[in-house]
């Protein structure tokens, strides 16, 4: 009986990585499908276990984990992060001159995967209605951009000279070049706040004498799920915690090659009564790669499993916003979500009363 | 076309003729795996709930069909509540949690400078 108590706990609590194949990989927890267990939901019981600990955290990147929640949560987290979180793209690109090489629509697509620095909560989404589509911006759902430039000869450039840096000005075009044009009162809202690319060295085209571009270009509030240029992340993703048991003393060369199959630093080797004996020192570090089961002698030494709700999850910004308020942002998409069918809910109950 | 064009509603219900309010599929528009799984999940976590599950009506369409069966002739909408209100208190609790896990460790950063 206590054998298979722990075998339950084991297709509940792990991921096991076999040989050949993945087990146990779907959350079975619900009411019904174990005996002596109450898996009700209880709120209480989701605050005690629940965790958060930051790992890492700066301004383009963090990691944390994440511990006694659910894959089907976290991954909705993790959706939301790459496409639900709106921020501001460049979205209408007026093009008054280009005699450029790069063609007018290869350039409108490149000048809207730039990121631009501006906090998206500060503006409203503009109204895509069939009305609205011929409307102007205005100040509240519009940032104005411009970029404008020419290139010329460089008059103090030595004749014998045939480096173009030297030869020409302005023949490399920079996201730095990208002006801000403040629209009604944005210049006194966001006068603490620099709005333009986060990054000042992204190359946009290359001109020669006499080539110039001339563009005003307007950002608009959207999400991942519409263009990717609106996601604001460079990637977000979650793993599993791995775990690796070792079910016996291994020694000698054999832990030498135990050693050699997973990640630097998983497993170390100890000295004991001078033998060599392995011992798993930090399994968070392994890829689990499994290449420990393709050694006939090792692979029923030791147990490859993933913890099934210890998510470690990374989150990479694109600079637009910090990524701790990316998450946070994501969360409150999700809760916002459950709030308009609750309100749809209500309000559909009012209709039959 | 004629005037004020009606608000789409976000929520429909379907119910098979003759089927009691315990079977229920709920149409979620403009909604994906994002909410169709997490919620799924939420309310498989309720002991009156025979069945819940979810589909993609097609690639290119933006809604869900969201079924629910429940026992002993319970309205499905009471579930789906109870689902949508314990998953907002579980955002609730992660964002709380996180925010104050992620002060603390601004403020441990900080500390070395001094």
Redesign the interface.
Known sequence: MAATMKNVDEIRNRVILGEFGVKNVH?SD???NYPGYD???D?HK??KN?????VH?DESSME?D?VG??A??A???R??LL??VPTMAIEKVFIYNNTSIVQDEVLAHRLGLIPIKADPRLFEYRNTGEEAAEEEGSEIDTIQLQLKIKCSRNPRASKDSSDPRELYLNHMVYSKDIKWVPIGNQADVFADSIIGPVNDDILIAQLRPGQELDIIMHCVKGIGKDHAKFSPVATASYRLLPEITLMETVEGEKAERLKRCFSQGVIELEDVNGKKVAKVVNSRLDTCSREVLRHDDLKNVVKLGRLRDHFIFTVESTGILPP?VL??EA??V??A??????N??DS??NEVK | MAGEAEKK???E?VQADGADEGCVTFV?HD?????G??????I????DVEFCGYTITHPSESKINFRIQTRGGLPA?EP??RG????????????N???A??N???EK?EQPME
């Open positions: 959350t619900f009411p019904g898996d009700a939901w709120m989701f605050q629940f965790r958060i600990d930051v955290l944390f994440m929640m659910d089907a949560i991954n909705a987290f959706r939301i496409a639900e701790d998450v946070t969360i409150k999700l809760m979500k459950c709030q308009r069918f609750l749809e809910l559909d109950i | 509603p976000a929520l219900m979620l909604e994906d795996h994002t909410l799984n997490s919620l799924r999940y939420m498989m976590k309720t002991v909408t789906l509540r949508l209100t314990d998953l907002t208190d579980v955002c609730q609790h992660v964002l949690t996180f925010e896990r992620v603390e460790f601004k950063e």
